[in-house]
């Protein structure tokens, strides 16, 4: 790999000469020339720019003093039949440095032609002039959406970031695998060495445990944590299928989930929860609704049975008068699309008293929870697409439940949300487990003509499972 550098400038980047980089160069893994560009000018003011043409501030960079340089630059003979160089010009408006950049140019260029432009930057004809030309490709880069004075510290960071990519510079090869950015597609974890104690601050117990597993799969959730707070671009760029159940469990705590089974090519996304306010939308929640309930039924219901019970308690006539009432709240959760993917139905008691007893709310069943209680809520209907059970988005579908029923009870003292499951529902009953819930008793619950026994199950409300 080779790099030619031409500056204004050339002794800015005699730290190339340093590190790892200098002593790949001194090695011969790559081969780092840097050239003053005022070596092609002809007057002896050895100039290099012009004013615009057309006006405006500032001086241009003249495009016969940079054809004449680069033209030796891509002149030389490289040893190579058909080489790939590159022409990279710094520049603000140029395309994002990433890394996958740099991964591309470590493995798949042999030189880099770096042109390091100064004022108002370089003949924009120079750019023109070799991106017609078959032997070679112009990359125009930005190392963000900032302005430099030139182009020399890009110049020093593109070097730099390529280089280190270079089979041989870097002596662990598996480094690369775990740094910020690396194959790994995250921001790396933090690192420390001792002293284990520091002006009160301790390295993490889990580091000098000795257990390598628990070590790797800490360093793992802190690179999830990391990158979901900083960077949630590259979150969503991450394939779903390499995620496993751990990972789902911590990107689930900053609010990225994906369906149980992710297709081919899927990726991490960030559902988002409403408050059901308008009545048009009920038509997708009795969808929603209708596709979901079966799925909780025994298997010895009669579809006859659920069929009635849809029709009476899930359609959309019933979802219209549940979103305009006051009595009710019905929370959903959409993913990327705006597609509904999962939804809640509460039922809020009138007054401050303790009420649902006509309903079947089992009330001396939530005594036995406390020594005190407030009005029992129910949390009547709580379901998820098939797709995306298993996927840990229940607990942002609860969390945004609780959420709104906190805000609609505020004056209420220690209020309990309650509900009822079937008894044979066992994935259901840990679910609910999981998020606070705990068994208090039971209740029948009619389907139609069916008797069933349901689980009831109760907790305090509040955000905290």
Known sequence: MRFDIFSVFPSYLNSLQLSL???????????????????WTEDRHRTVDDTPVGGGAGMVMRADIWGKA?????????????????????????????????????????QIVIA?????????????????RDDVEVFEFSLGDYVLNG??????ALVEAVARLVPGVIGNPQSLVEESHGTAGLLEYPNYTRPLDWRGLSVPAILTSGDHGRVARWRRDEALRKTALRRPDMIAGLDAASLDRRDRATLGQHGWYWPKNPALGAHPIRPTAEIARNRHAAAEYAALARSTF?????????????????????SEEFFTAAIQSDDTRVVGVRDMHGNLIAYSLSIIPEGDGVAGADEGAPVDAVLSVGDRIGP?????????????????LGGLLMTA????????????????????????????????????FEVVGRRTFMVGEQSNDDVVMARTLDVTY
């Open 294 to 314: 079966p799925d909780a039924c025994p298997p010895t219901m009669s579809p006859a049975d659920i069929e009635a019970f849809l029709e009476t308690n899930l």
């Open 151 to 156: 182009g020399e510290v890009a110049a020093l």
């Open 401 to 436: 439940t609780l959420e709104e029923l906190l805000s609609a009870t505020r004056a209420w003292e220690r209020p309990y949300v309650w509900l009822g499951t079937n008894a044979r529902n066992r994935r259901a009953q840990g679910l609910y487990a999981k998020l606070g």
């Open 70 to 110: 680069l033209d030796t630059a891509f002149d030389a003979d490289l040893g190579i039949a058909h080489p790939r160089r590159i022409l990279a010009i710094p520049t603000p408006a140029g395309y994002p440095l990433s890394q996958e950049i740099c991964n591309d140019l470590a493995t798949g260029s042999d």
């Open 116 to 132: 390091c432009g100064r004022y108002e930057g370089i003949d924009g004809r120079v750019a023109d002039h070799y991106a017609n």
């Open 376 to 392: 029992l809520i129910e949390l009547s209907k709580f379901y998820l697409h098939r797709d995306w059970r298993g996927s840990g």
């Open 21 to 39: 980089v200098g002593k790949a160069n001194e090695g011969g893994a790559i081969d780092v020339r840097v050239h003053d560009l005022r070596d």
